[in-house]
């Protein structure tokens, strides 16, 4: 609950010692809980951060999903990130995760942004 508070607050700082907080407590980190915090990083403008916390969610061997990805394109789009963001939809198609019409758009929006108009379409 207090992951989805700061996410909401858009707390990105907060939300990431949270999760160092609940890992040193050994209390359960979830996809949820992850996806909070992914969230609150694209909130915060932190596409990198957004990106590490992908990496400990294989690591810990969560399943990443589409409101993750989602999130993830997100940042990168907001940070300028095109080639992240399209990394991520390649990512998400090889993991048979559902890439819906906002993460397409996000991705799209990262590459209009930084004119690969090619790379839109």
């Not at 609950?1 to 979830?30: D, I």
């Not at 957004?50 to 969560?62: I, K, S, T, Y």
């Not at 990394?87 to 929006?109: E, G, K, P, Q």
């Amino acid at each position: 609950a207090a992951v989805s508070a700061c996410e909401k607050g858009g707390h990105w700082e907060q939300t990431l010692r949270l999760l160092v907080e609940m890992a040193f407590a050994e209390l359960e980190l979830n996809t949820i809980t992850y996806s909070a915090a992914v969230s609150a990083c694209e909130k915060g403008d932190q596409w990198a951060a957004a990106l590490r916390l992908l990496v400990d969610m294989a690591f810990a061997e969560l399943e990443l999903n589409t409101i993750t990805y989602s999130a993830a394109v997100s940042a990168c789009e907001k940070g300028d990130q095109w080639a992240a963001a399209l990394r991520l939809l390649v990512d998400m198609a090889s993991a048979h995760v559902n890439v819906d019409t906002i993460t397409y758009n996000a991705a799209d929006s990262a590459c209009e942004t930084v004119g690969q108009w090619d790379q839109a379409l």
